[in-house]
């Protein structure tokens, strides 16, 4: 075993067999009995001090992402059925009487579409119970996920087959991810994203949280959702900012990974951002920009956390725009939504990046360019230097000795650099980007 002090021979690897309902321990130079062999593996260590074992269990999630249309119309399955990819327990639990489902939504959602919700539980004969909260940044606290809590609790759900549904942004997506986590130490849960920001971004992934002690989502769990249903029709209710402020996500991975996509969004961004990715009523079978932005930044987001769900390697991609951002959100609470201070900290980046010698001029400024058609905010006068100083620092804490940044290394393509940013490049970078864009980039 890796990190094992004692030597080879002091050590006796055993695996699992269930013979008859009853797991039985058998080391690897036995034969194994016929049974299920569990991929859980036991070694044990003899010394002159005693006996130790360790255990290795290997957890598996499985999760499904759906993109679907109307699926609040009642003839659609999935918002019921969509998380069941096999048909014949499918069918057991569709027999089952009453069908049982509890929903969180979003208070602002719940005003626009909780008619449409109620009805379709209605039209389905299904016994529902809604809980319309408000799931603002501000509000992002444990005593949320309390309230969620006692309503599951009285409401009575089977945790095997009854998942909990959470309609909203990010903030309703994360809070009822970690009430789930919690509840009967996990319960099953599915995620309905009603923003954009949280359809390219939260939804996907494994991460729940609130925030605490004034830190943003310091308190969290990594448990991801059985299922999540993507429905771009529920943009068309969205204000433009909160459009703006989701596609800073899809421009992060475009810049991260994808020339492609990046091209699309410069040449096609503002026109997305005022149809709000509604796809056009056409017979043709060609991908529309709308569902190609979206599918490329979900595919290129599910290949950076797919193997790395639980964030063992701390060498992220997608933390690109989230060194700085977090503080000055904080901060500035609620004058800044998620996306916008993450396009301030990419646009930042981008200046470090140049300065590093890794952007052309000509690369920075298309951009910076790209980030404005999008209505991004680029520079904000509360993100000062000490404010850089202290998120980089405090970034560093918690980094396991390396401050892993990731940087733009051309259009569509990054990596991770481990070193504190030189003070020089820094500071010039900066000021560089103050002069710049102060005068226009301020929100």
Not at 57 to 77: A, E, G, W
Not at 406 to 421: S, V
Request: aromatic content about 6%; overall charge negative; some cysteine.
């Amino acid at each position: 075993m890796p990190g094992n002090k004692l030597s080879h021979s002091q050590q006796t690897k055993f695996n699992l067999v269930q013979v008859k309902g009853t797991w039985i321990r058998q080391s690897e130079q036995s034969q194994l009995a016929e049974g299920r062999l569990s991929d859980a593996k036991i070694y044990e260590n003899q010394s002159d001090h005693g006996a130790s074992w360790t255990v290795v269990s290997p957890i598996v999630f499985i999760y499904t992402i759906i993109q679907c249309k109307n699926i609040l119309d009642p003839r659609n399955d999935t918002l019921l059925w969509g998380h069941i990819g096999n048909k014949e327990v499918k069918d057991a639990l569709i027999k089952t009487q009453p069908v049982k489902r509890f929903v969180v939504i979003d208070d602002t959602v719940n005003q626009l579409y909780g008619s449409k919700v109620t009805q379709y539980f209605e039209a389905r004969g299904v016994v529902y119970k809604i809980l319309p909260l408000p799931t603002t940044e501000e509000n992002k606290c444990m005593e949320l996920v309390t309230k969620i809590l006692e309503e599951v609790h009285k409401f009575g759900i089977d945790r095997r087959s009854e998942p909990i549904i959470a309609i909203g942004g990010g903030v309703c997506l994360d809070v009822v991810g970690l009430a789930a986590s919690l509840y009967r130490r996990r319960t099953p849960y599915i995620r309905v994203p009603t923003t954009l920001l949280s359809y390219i971004d939260a939804s996907v992934g494994a991460k729940t949280g609130v925030n605490f002690a004034g830190g943003k989502n310091k308190l969290g769990s990594y448990i991801p959702p059985v299922s999540t249903f993507l429905d771009r029709s529920f943009f068309q209710t969205l204000p433009q900012r909160q459009i703006s402020n989701g596609m800073a996500e899809m421009l992060k991975m475009a810049l991260m990974k994808h020339c492609g996509l990046f091209e699309l969004l410069e040449a096609e961004g503002n026109k997305l951002l005022h149809s709000k990715l509604q796809s056009p009523d056409s017979s043709s079978k060609k991908e529309d920009s709308a569902t190609a932005s979206t599918r490329i930044a979900i595919e290129t987001m599910l290949e950076e956390l797919a193997p790395n769900l639980w964030e063992d390697d701390l060498d992220r991609l997608v933390d690109f725009g989230h060194l700085i951002s977090p503080e000055l959100e904080m901060r500035v609470l609620p004058a800044l939504l998620h996306g916008e201070a993450v396009n301030i900290d990419m646009s930042l980046m981008v200046y470090v990046a140049h300065h590093k010698g890794l952007l052309t001029v000509e690369e920075k400024d298309r951009i910076i360019r790209c980030m404005l058609g999008l209505a991004l905010p680029v520079w904000h006068q509360d993100c000062t230097l000490d404010l850089v100083h202290r998120s980089l620092s405090e970034r560093l804490k918690h980094s396991a000795g390396s401050l892993r940044m990731p940087l733009p290394t051309g259009l569509g393509c990054a990596e991770i650099f481990h070193d504190m940013i030189e003070d020089n490049i820094l500071h010039q970078a900066y000021q560089m980007w103050t002069d710049e864009l102060s005068s226009g980039g301020n929100r």
